[in-house]
């Protein structure tokens, strides 16, 4: 029988609350075997090793997704199939490495063949269960338990709040690894070339900033009100920069200003020195960094303009708030 709408809504936010309630309960659960993997995990890499992920069923999709997101992270892993191990996969593994068994009953016999197997090998083992008493558990070198004390299903079969859980214990250990390590966005990027996510973080200011006509630069000493106006348009840009005798940045001149000063002042105002009325100062972002530091000042001074300095403090190129959606960066 159809499910109501009402009804579709009701079992899927119950789906939720349950999934929700598992990582709850895992998150209570974190104390000093957590810690422990934590340090295994630093040493492993330190040591040039690899992480070596293995798991069956729907638990070897939560191990493939680990495996990608600690790759992602510079983490060298891979995914060990357990049929596959026992018949030559074994190979990958190499001494000082760590294996991360996922099984949430800890029964799997898979997984429990596997165990000894690592250990002849010199690997250090993870058990990632949520069976705490199982046998993986209480053979593996460092329990990590998850908690889902009942599954989404409405039957209690398919595994639903047990893999969620699983996944987020993984993605925990994961993002604390990425802390540790002290990864920066640029080291984030070097992994992430293609597509526009490796774009977004490729890019510095001087690969998006406008330059030539495009950046409006006039000295502050001799511009009026209507000659910064005639270059912003000429340049089609909300601002302009003012300069000293040096080529340094003394201020800017926006559409901002300009309207607050024309509210504010008697006829024949475009003839006043621009200085009267620009932005002394005003925001602006160092040539070289990443063109991610450029949307954050956008966002946190909520401005439409931006000037890109050089090491001299000379404004070289000229961001457009407008031009970033068409460069993929917001």
């Not at 001494?95 to 090998?121: C, H, Q, R, T, Y």
């Not at 987020?168 to 640029?186: F, H, K, N, Q």
Request: proline share 5%; aromatic share 6%.
């Amino acid at each position: 029988m159809p499910l109501s709408d009402h009804s579709v809504l009701t079992r899927a936010r119950r789906c939720l609350a349950i999934e929700q309630e598992a990582i709850r309960a895992t998150s209570t659960l974190l104390a000093r075997d957590f810690i422990r993997v934590v340090r295994v995990a630093e040493s492993t890499v330190a040591g040039g090793h690899k992480l070596i992920f293995s798991g069956v069923g729907k638990s070897a999709h939560i191990a493939e997704k680990l495996t990608g997101t600690f790759n992602s992270t510079g983490v060298p892993s891979c995914f060990l199939d357990p049929t596959q191990a026992l018949h030559g996969d074994l190979g990958i593994c190499a001494e000082g490495d760590l294996a991360i068994l996922l099984s949430n009953s800890g029964a799997s016999a898979e997984m429990l063949k596997l165990l000894p197997l690592f250990g002849k090998f010199g690997l250090n083992t993870v058990a990632l269960t949520g069976s705490p008493a199982s046998e993986l558990a209480r053979g593996a070198d460092f329990p990590l338990i998850y908690s889902a004390p009942r599954e989404a299903c409405p039957l209690s079969l398919a595994p639903t709040a047990s893999t969620t859980a699983a996944l987020a214990l993984g993605d925990a250990l994961a993002m604390v690894l990425l802390e540790s390590r002290g990864l920066t966005r640029e080291d984030f990027a070097r992994y992430h070339p293609a597509g526009t996510l490796g774009m977004t973080l490729l890019l510095r200011v001087k690969d998006i900033m406008r330059t030539g006509s495009g950046c409006p630069v006039l000295p502050e000493a001799k511009t009026t009100v209507q000659e910064a106006i005639f270059a912003m348009t000429g340049a089609k840009s909300g601002a302009v920069a003012l300069v000293g005798a040096r080529g340094r940045l003394t201020g800017i001149f926006t559409d901002g200003d300009f309207r607050r000063t024309a509210l504010n002042s008697s006829a024949g105002f475009l003839q006043r020195p621009v200085r009267d009325c620009m932005t002394r100062g005003g925001k602006t972002v160092p040539v070289g960094v990443l063109a991610v530091e450029a949307l954050k000042l956008f966002q946190q001074h909520k401005i439409s303009d931006l000037f890109a300095l050089d090491a001299q403090g000379r404004p070289v190129g000229y961001i457009d708030v407008q031009d970033l959606p068409k460069l993929k960066i917001l």
